[in-house]
């Protein structure tokens, strides 16, 4: 079985704006946020973190501070995919030198690649890091639906370390653990899903709904991976409100929202991302109530 890079929450973290330019104060109020509610890792520069608007540089620099301020107290996953192989190359290694824990590697979305040609971008990524790989399966954004038989090629790689899986097929999750049984750990990137992915092996989550609510995510999948599926489920409950209007626009306007209202600016998002519409803002601030 592989070591897991992480059992229950890692944060897909928003990048803070201040004047169209990345806020790195306020990086790292976000960051101290997550270590003090005891959440184990966080993704810098993922699809929350509006990676397709970041340049390279911005992402090496996000890379860099946040592995600098975190230091061994929370784990640095970088975000460094793209639908470029030598692209996805070049950042995942730069992330390496920056001192990021682990890659997540989002599937070369638009291209549309077979199952061979998926098998080669990740194994090809493998081969030129040492750092731990979780492969990140996100359909919606994507456009393809990472089969289970490139899996469970890739799961006899040494450093892939897991997926994320982000389609809402439940289901895909047994066939995943049928296929690759201890050799490809898997979160869910789906936060209603939570309580189900981990009722059936899955180890947690990278979450959105952490950023707002940090401590009441880790302490549900903490529940569920202790077997204690009535605290869960009723902290599945309890949070869905919250999650269905953070995924009432598209993520991460919401969440950007969402964080002002708590009393972390985090500025809007870049465009084409618009600011969140006024029913929205509304429907957040009667749930934070």
């Not at 970041?54 to 107290?73: H, I, M, Q």
């Not at 050799?183 to 059936?200: H, K, R, Y």
């Not at 009723?234 to 991460?252: D, M, N, Y």
Request: contains cysteine.
């Amino acid at each position: 079985m592989k070591n897991a890079l992480f059992s229950g929450v890692c944060t897909a973290l928003v990048t803070p704006f201040l004047d169209n330019r990345v806020n790195y104060p306020m990086l790292e109020q976000l960051l101290r946020r997550q270590i003090d509610a005891g959440i184990e890792a966080v993704v810098i520069c993922g699809t929350t973190g509006e990676a397709p608007t970041l340049s390279d540089s911005e992402k090496v620099e996000l890379f860099r501070c946040a592995k600098n301020y975190v230091g061994d107290s929370c784990k640095i996953i970088a975000g460094t995919g793209s639908n470029s192989t030598e692209h996805t190359l070049h950042l995942s290694i730069a992330a390496q030198e920056c001192g990021a824990d682990g890659l997540l590697v989002v599937s070369p979305y638009y291209n549309k690649a077979t199952p061979d040609g998926l098998y080669l971008h990740y194994s090809l990524i493998s081969e030129a890091v040492d750092l731990p790989l979780i492969l990140y399966n996100v359909p919606s954004r994507t456009g393809q639906d990472i089969p289970v038989s490139v899996y469970q090629r890739l799961s006899r790689i040494p450093n892939i370390a897991g997926v994320k899986e982000a389609s809402t097929d439940i289901k895909k999750i047994t066939r995943i653990r049928c296929a690759c049984k201890d050799d490809l750990p898997i979160w869910t990137g789906n936060d209603e899903m939570i309580t189900p992915v981990i009722s059936l092996g899955g180890l947690g989550v990278v979450s959105v709904v952490s950023n707002i609510a940090p401590v009441e995510t880790q302490a549900l999948a903490k529940a569920a991976l202790n077997g204690d599926f009535d605290t869960a489920a009723a902290l599945q409950a309890q949070l869905q409100p919250l999650i269905e209007v953070l995924f009432s626009e598209v993520s991460p306007i919401p969440v950007k929202e969402t964080m002002k209202i708590i009393g972390y600016d985090c500025g809007s998002c870049r465009p084409p991302l618009t600011p969140a519409c006024a029913e929205t803002a509304k429907k957040l601030k009667q749930i934070l109530k």
